[in-house]
């Protein structure tokens, strides 16, 4: 008996280590709005350890100039301590960046606004472990959730960034998640790389309404664009299809209320994402 309860101890905590959203390696694909229209991606990766007034960090890298690879140090240090994730930047105090300890009705404070937990969930990821999930909704602040993945993060913005959802509408948001060099969320059909854009490409699509309930219209005036795909929160394609000249219409009644990515590709294979509201 004690031989087992040994081995079931010591399974627990493996797959628990697996699930550190610390591990050096994990990566994030992140796309980036700037304020004159343009998007591209920039990466988020953990680096090496670093010790920093006798507490153990881990580097924070970046990669600005997708799709090579040139990986820079940030100010930025994370560490993770049981539930909670901290977050240091320069010389600045810590801070709680995520709790996966909370419950239903907590409230977590960021530096621009309190969320609330509104429900806990699990989701599978692309190599068939399970997470914990959190979904959280801003107080004040009209239609700002996210969800949170255990081991990963906001499913929706940027690993670090996301508590900008709550003053600004050029969110960073998650493309792609890499655990150990593999794709692990959302899935190997995602838009991994959003190269630029210039902002007289997204003019040329007019969506309406948005929000929207019963439907969604994608006016695509020049045919720029010639695909597209709806995909939920999860990033989970809902419904996809290629795109003709002038308005496409996409029926919405039966999709569950909340956040989707409308992502336009057009013919040189590159993509605008695009974050709809269905009610």
Not at 50 to 70: H, R
Not at 89 to 95: H, R, V
Not at 191 to 212: D, F, G, M, Q, S
Not at 232 to 261: C, E, K, M, W
């Amino acid at each position: 008996m004690k031989t087992l309860l040994l081995l079931t101890i010591s399974f627990f905590t493996f797959g628990l280590h697996a699930q550190l959203l610390t591990t050096s390696g994990n990566q994030w694909n992140i796309k980036h709005t700037s304020f004159n229209g343009w998007q591209d991606t920039y990466g988020v990766k953990i680096g090496e350890e670093e010790e920093i007034n006798g507490v153990t960090y881990k580097k924070v890298l970046e990669n600005t100039g997708f799709p090579e690879e040139n990986w820079i140090e940030t100010n930025a240090f994370l560490r993770e301590d049981g539930d909670k994730v901290y977050c240091k930047a320069g010389d600045q105090p810590e801070y709680v960046l995520y709790d996966f300890g909370l419950e239903v009705g907590d409230i977590f404070s960021t530096i621009f606004c309190d969320m609330e937990v509104i429900a806990k969930g699990n989701i599978t990821l692309v190599d068939g472990s399970s997470r914990k999930t959190l979904k959280l909704k801003a107080s004040g602040v009209d239609i700002v959730e996210t969800t949170w993945i255990e081991g990963l993060g906001s499913a929706e913005y940027g690993i670090i960034s996301y508590p900008n959802i709550c003053a600004t509408d050029y969110a960073e948001e998650l493309l792609c998640f890499y655990e150990a060099d593999e794709i692990n969320f959302p899935s190997i059909s995602a838009n991994c790389l959003i190269l630029k854009i210039k902002e007289v490409e997204e003019r040329a699509v007019k969506l309406y309404p948005n929000p929207a309930s019963a439907s969604l219209t994608i006016v695509n005036e020049s045919g720029v664009f010639s695909s597209y795909k709806l995909m939920d929160v999860t990033a989970r394609i809902v419904h996809q299809a290629d795109l003709v000249n002038g308005a496409n219409v996409i029926i919405t009644a039966s999709y569950a209320p909340g956040f989707y990515n409308l992502v336009l590709t057009n013919n040189k294979g590159e993509s605008v994402s695009k974050r709809i509201i269905l009610q």
